[in-house]
């Protein structure tokens, strides 16, 4: 159980996906020039990874991973360079399926949503969040809860960033620097932050 | 057919003018990954180039068979394809900086650079104009890896493509690598003054303020 836990909070908090593995920027920054927008997006994203990953992990471990044939007598088989295709059509798949079941029986979270469902077909993120849990060999448990910790800690990151956009009103930034300048400039101010989850991960 | 000075606008425009990582804000998530060195970054630069190249020639040759409303997975699959050939022959030839990259490679296929030019321009223009267009945004995309790659290295490493151009202190040299600049943070700084510094010499490219808080709202009226 704390293993599992340890492994939400390394997502999370360590390997956080856009501002230490800078996956998912695009939307990122395009997203969050107001919190309540970037709060949409992170709730959005939580519930596709924490959805696509372990699907996609029961895809890899039962249909391309070499071997995974074996009890039809094809133990050399090795599908697994089709992997990014596969992944691609489930997470496409889940989404739209995702959408038309909020869609019919929680309409109020699916306005919450808004366009941003459909947009994550094509997030770096979510198809990150996929060929990490290869990389590492993710248990079905494992990619699940690794699914949703990395969701959450996007959605804390864009929260936080939107937040501090907002206040940018007030601030007198020269022209050249406004919106995408000071958008990585932030970021970066920001990622020195989460920096300091890595040292405290290494130490313990 | 393009005359000559539209085929040389359309390569170089990108470049800089309309260049897509500071301007169009497409791609930036594998800009940043990658560039830790020159090499990499180099890698890089060239899978993106041509699967984007490539993409926008097979797109745009049968974009009169592609019904409407599945065009985005037809063109995914495309890009999908394309992607896993690369990340072979890189896997085949290059094993080691295929390693460094990491995923970032199959992450070219949900890079918005490549669907954004097919869906933007190759769905729309014949076979040569849109090669062109995607080439010369590929361009501009593999001119700021290196820029952002080699600053990185540089100041990094005291290294450009691995081989040393500052002398190290521990070596007997002068120069103390700043590891700072081997960390996520450094090329976010890195590419946000780049904007900044692009923006200040074109002006049209600067963005208005997000909003305008109250207290100010009524001091310009």
């Not at chain 1, 920027?25 to 107001?34: E, G, P, V």
Request: hydrophobic share 55%; with cysteine; proline share 5%.
């Amino acid at each position: 159980m704390t293993e599992l836990w340890t492994l939400f909070l390394t997502a999370a908090f360590v390997d956080n996906m856009p501002l230490i593995l800078f996956l998912g920027l695009c939307t990122f920054l395009a997203l969050s020039k107001r919190p309540d927008a970037a709060l949409g997006l992170g709730v959005a994203m939580t519930a596709v990874l924490g959805v696509t990953v372990p699907l996609n992990q029961l895809i890899y471990a039962y249909v391309l991973a070499p071997g995974a044939w074996s009890w039809a007598g094809m133990p050399e088989l090795d599908l697994s360079y089709l992997a990014l295709i596969a992944f691609i059509g489930v997470i496409a798949a889940a989404v739209q399926v995702l959408e038309m079941v909020l869609d019919r029986f929680f309409p109020a979270i699916h306005a919450a949503f808004g366009v941003f469902l459909p947009l994550l077909t094509v997030q770096c993120a979510i198809l990150a969040g996929s060929l990490f849990m290869v990389e590492r060999s993710y248990s079905l448990v494992e990619s699940t809860v690794f699914g949703l910790g990395s969701g959450v800690g996007f959605a804390v990151a864009v929260v936080m960033l939107g937040a501090i956009r907002s206040r940018l009103a007030y601030a007198n930034l020269p022209a050249g620097l406004r919106g995408l300048g000071i958008g990585f400039v932030l970021t970066g101010l920001m990622s020195l932050g989460f920096a300091a989850f890595s040292q405290m991960a290494a130490a313990s | 057919m393009a005359k000559g000075p539209d085929v040389w606008r359309v390569l170089t425009e990108p470049l800089i003018r309309q260049n897509p990582v500071t301007l169009q804000i497409l791609g930036i998530c594998s800009a940043l990954a990658v560039t830790t060195t020159m090499a990499t970054a180099l890698t890089m630069a060239v899978s993106l180039t041509v699967v984007l190249t490539l993409a926008a020639g097979i797109i745009s040759t049968i974009r009169r068979h592609i019904p409407d409303s599945i065009r985005l997975i037809v063109q995914i699959v495309i890009v999908a394809s394309l992607v896993i050939v690369i990340d072979q022959v890189l896997q085949a030839y290059f094993a080691e900086i295929s390693r460094a990259l990491s995923v970032y490679v199959g992450l070219i296929t949900t890079n918005c650079l490549v669907l954004g030019r097919t869906e933007a321009y190759a769905r729309h223009h014949r076979p040569l104009p849109s090669m062109l267009d995607a080439f010369g945004n590929g361009l501009g995309y593999s001119l700021v890896l290196m820029i952002v790659g080699g600053l990185r290295e540089l100041f990094g490493k005291g290294e450009l493509f691995g081989f040393a151009v500052l002398p190290l202190a521990d070596a007997g040299g002068w120069f103390t690598p700043l590891s700072l600049m081997l960390l996520a943070p450094s090329a976010f700084f890195i590419l946000g003054l780049l904007v900044w510094a692009i923006r200040s010499w074109l002006p049209e490219q600067a963005e208005a303020p997000e909003h305008v808080p109250p207290g100010r709202m009524e001091a310009a009226e």
